[in-house]
């Protein structure tokens, strides 16, 4: 029987490094594989309170605190862990808030074993990363915790009276618009689709991330008195150039997101089957097509799928496939696992829920048949090379080694580049060679009182990043509407 | 939420809205579309832009019942409101003086072409327009055709009025005449577009389509909407939907409208019983 959360007894509060190193980690529980291949809810279910009281007490509250050189926003860990390990989650929420505002996502989805998981001291130990304390579940407990109670909006400082737009509402926006709103600014928020909340909303499903944890956040920025404004296309309903010059706005916020998605240019790509990632699961995150009773989208009746490509996205393509109800599902992926960028709790329950793993392999062309329908997919079998730059080992095409895998359904998921209609529809903003928003350090653009972060300036990259990226240039813009006068 | 002001039936099938939307309105150019949404899970349907009056802050639309989405916008009443329309969308059309335009409008393709027509000749272009149908009763925005076209050449597939022929058979006559039109702008039914553009092929006269695909997002997002134009991929909701009608590939643009086929036709059946509308073909 697990006992309720308590203060840190004496006992634990006086381990020495080794009593710690030497509690087992706490595994996560989990929705039972065969039961989730066939539903869309959470597959982690999240730690108990004496879980979370076990896995805190692991930490070994270091001096020189490397885990938080490894978080991208710099939360102060040790401290918001020892308050987990004495039962005060308000402490804890407390200080993880200071640094950031979306803990119950990045929680959920942060890679933390290539950031702040990766040199935890434990970890180091153990000589095995997958045993460094589990920050991201902690983080995770602490913030649903806060949800379950109730979030408090942080304080408003009263009206300034000026206007600020920010463009987008995934995290960069999101995060952006509530550091704005804090010094007092009204805030509108441009979504061009008809529900915020961006990739953690259209691309990232339930499974993974429940959406009423980022309703949860939409809900907190209108109590902070942000507006919203959705089914508004920046550049098309209004002009950037406009939304400054005549709609008041006297500074504005691009996080449009990396939407753009990138396809192979092989032959037969534009068949029928043959879809990105992004359609997939907007089809079916965003327009419910899960649920074919309450949506009209629809979504490809799949029976053989392969997936291309070995991130996040494919991983949710994947998984999303299987619980669509396909035979068999097949990640198609040039380099081996160690090279995945996934996180890899992703790739581990992909594995569980029979997703099976093609690796050192790549599709030369997709073939159809009379009715222009995806019949197969010829791949080619690779072996690693020399280092590329990027530093993991370049793919090399197998000469001759051709073979069809026999699908009637290809998702394409080798990535998304920055969405290109702010871009295209305001010429003095300036981009570098992949489409990504040229900004400071600041997160200013070329452009006097634009601003921008997140995946349109980093090309696809994290939540977490752009999280960061909203917070510094939010700062900024408080500076900046300061100086104006 | 765009409230609806005005609501006609123009045939059978055909209905137009005239809904609020005052920054649309002021934005829109001739050529692009809308996407609207009648709910929260409702499918995203795209729309052309037949008309705007941004004065009044309103915009025209006009559709014909083709889908469970279509089915059901035919059922609101005036005063009603559509809670999701996003745009205006796509790259306007290239309006510019080209000579002599040809507009040939089949079916509903009618209502693109109406806004384009328009354009072209305040732009100062000789106008003519072909408008066709599978019969009478299907032939919309002849009246209004009418008052800007300077020659007007109207038909149905089975003669119950004007000339009995398809739009190609006027519009081979237009090409071979001296000089041919400067330009040609066709749209309609997938394979109307398709037989217009071989049509006009031999002549050598520029022929640009407007293509209505399956799209999602109508942003750019997902490439549910691609095409292959010259070879090339296109996303038709951000760099179209006008394309040269010479290089659209229309037989892959016509399967990939059928992607979905089964659950759409479950559908659309239903909504024509409900709507007592009599099936063709
Ligand atoms: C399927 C998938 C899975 C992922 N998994 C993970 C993960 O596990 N962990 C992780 O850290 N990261 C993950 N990512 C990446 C992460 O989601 C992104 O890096 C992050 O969401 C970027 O945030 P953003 O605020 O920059 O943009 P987005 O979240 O992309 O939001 C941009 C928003 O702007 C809107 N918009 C775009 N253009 C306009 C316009 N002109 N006018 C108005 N609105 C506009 C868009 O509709 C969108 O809502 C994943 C991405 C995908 C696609
Ligand atoms: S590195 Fe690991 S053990 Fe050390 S303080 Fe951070 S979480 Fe605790
Ligand atoms: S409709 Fe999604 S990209 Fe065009």
Known sequence: MAQPAQKENPSTAGLRPRDRLAIPPQPMPEQ?????????????????????????????????????????????????????????CGAAIAVIKRNSLLPAICGRVCPQETQCQAPCTVGKSLKDTAKSVSIGRLERYVADLERARGIAPPPVKPDTGRR??????????????????????????????????????????????????????????????????????VGRTRTLRDLMAKDGYEAVFVGAGAGLPRFMGVEG????????????????????????????????????????????VAMDAARTAVRLGAESVHVVYRRTEAEMPARIEEVHHAHEEGVVFRLLQNPKRIVGGADGRVTGMECLRYRLGEPDRSGRPRPVAIEGSEFMLDVDTVIVAIGNAPNPLIKRTTAELKTNEWGGLLVDDKGMTSMPGVFAGGDIVLGSATVIEAMGQGRVAAAAINEYLEEKG | ????????????????????APLIAGERRPGQFIILQLGTYAERIPLTIADADPAAGNITLVFQVVGRTTHLLAELKEGDAIPVV??????????????????????????????????????????????????????????????????MIVCTDDGS??????????????????????????????????????????FGVRTVVSLNTIMVDGTGMCGGCRVTVGGETKFVCVDGPEFDGHKVDFD????????????????????????????EE
């Open chain 1, 164 to 233: 600020v737009a920010v463009v987008g509402s995934g995290p960069a926006g999101l995060v952006a618009a509530a550091d704005v709103r804090r010094e007092g600014h009204a805030v509108t928020i441009f979504e061009a689709f008809h529900k915020p909340g961006g990739v953690m909303v259209y691309g990232i499903p339930e499974f993974r991330l429940p959406k009423a944890i980022v309703q949860a956040e939409i809900d907190t920025l209108a109590a902070m008195g942000v507006e919203l404004r959705t089914s508004f296309l």
């Open chain 1, 269 to 312: 790509e534009n068949l029928v089957g043959v879809l990105s990632a992004n359609e997939y699961l907007t089809r079916v995150n965003l327009m419910g097509a899960c649920n074919p009773v309450t949506a009209d989208t629809p979504v490809m009746r799949s029976r053989r799928v392969a997936v291309v490509g070995g991130g996040n």
């Open chain 2, 86 to 151: 996003l745009g205006p969308l796509g790259t306007p059309t290239h309006v510019a003086k080209y000579g002599t335009v040809a507009g040939v409008g089949g079916g509903i393709g009618a209502a693109p072409l109406y806004p384009i027509a328009q354009a072209m000749k305040r732009a100062g272009n000789r106008l003519i327009v072909v408008l066709g149908a599978r019969r009478r009763e299907l032939l919309i925005l002849e009246d209004e055709m009418r008052t800007l076209a300077d020659e």
């Open chain 1, 32 to 88: 039972d594989p065969a039961a989730r291949r066939r539903n869309f809810s959470e597959v982690a279910l999240g730690y108990t309170a004496e879980q979370a009281r076990q896995e805190a007490t692991r930490c070994l509250r270091c001096r020189n605190k490397p885990c938080v050189a490894g978080c991208p926003v710099r939360i102060d860990i040790p401290a918001f862990i020892k308050a987990v390990a004495e039962g005060d």
């Open chain 2, 1 to 20: 939420m765009h409230r609806i002001v005005r609501k006609e039936q123009l045939s059978a099938e055909v209905f137009r809205l005239t809904v609020e």
């Open chain 2, 161 to 202: 009025y004007g000339r009995k022929a398809l739009v190609t058979g006027p519009l081979k006559e237009l090409c071979a005449r001296t000089p041919p039109p400067d330009l040609v702008v066709a749209i309609g039914p997938p394979v109307m577009m398709k037989f217009c553009a071989e049509t006009t092929r031999p």
């Open chain 2, 252 to 279: 892959n643009m016509m399967s990939r409208l059928r992607s979905y086929r089964e659950r759409e036709e479950e559908s659309h059946h239903k909504c024509h019983l409900a709507l007592g509308i009599k099936e």
